[in-house]
């Protein structure tokens, strides 16, 4: 048994474990440390099927893709999704998957024991505020490393060279920041947002409070957090990750371009025609907001 006294007097150091990033660093969380947010086909006894595969849930999947192995309470008219319930694989390696089952369900107690849980809910609105928002971390992050990696090679390269050192990306940096800063874009801009199902979604009235309660707002009260859920997530589709630390503290050449392309979509001057879908109205509201709430500086 070793002496207490002994032990405390030696240094202490952590030890990077390497084995959660074979998942949480790998093509699941786009070949950088991220999160995940999966679903699979669950068997009765809880294990995913993995022979029918599983789909890493972000803004665009689409409704019915979501929620294989998870508990979800909330409506959502007709439009059907895979939570709630397991499925059987056929020896012929097809699955049976009740899904109507698992549709509308408002009280899980049916499901399992809820009391033990403070909260015996697993609303519907919460898992996809959680679904965006674990994927537009994803992407910020990998953008970040990319850029990150970008200038280094550029600076490492003109030193090799004995060339001046230049801080502005030129070159395939500047091609690689470009590229990266477009990806953001698309993420923030909530770009090919699946659809909700007809009549929207609703959820536990608890949740919208307390998600937006220390949102920052304009002057008039909007925020990026105000919810819409009658046809699309958000009212306002600017992703409320601008106010994330990730988003503050990305490299300056990756955030320089990420802040001067989003004042250009919403300006409508920007030439891909790509961001097509925000009106005029939302886009001017989205620039009000981002101004008052400290996003884009004057």
Known sequence: ???????????????????????????????????????????????????????????????????????????????LHRGNVTATERPDNSITMPIQKGANVTDLSALFDTTPYSRKKSDIVALMVLEHQTSVQNVLTKANHTSLRAMHMQISLQKELGEPVIEEPVGTARRMIDHSAENVLEALFFKDEAALPEGGIEGDEAFPLAFAAHAPRSANGRSLKDLQLLTRLFKHRCSYMVYSLTFKNLTPPLKKT??????????????????????????????LLLRETGVFMD
């Open 1 to 79: 048994m070793l002496d207490p006294v002994e032990v405390e007097s030696k240094p202490l150091h952590f030890v990077r474990d390497q084995s959660c990033l074979s998942c949480l660093g790998g093509p699941f969380s786009p070949e950088v440390p991220g999160l995940i947010v999966r679903s699979i086909f669950p068997s009765a006894e809880g294990h995913p099927i993995m022979s029918q595969g599983s789909t890493v849930v972000d803004t665009t999947t689409p409704f019915s893709d979501r929620w294989g192995g998870w508990y979800v309470t909330g409506k959502h008219g007709a439009l």
């Open 258 to 287: 990420v802040l001067s392309r989003m004042q250009q979509v919403l300006a409508g001057k920007d030439r891909s025609r790509h961001f097509d879908y925000l009106s005029a109205s939302e886009r001017n509201h989205i620039t």
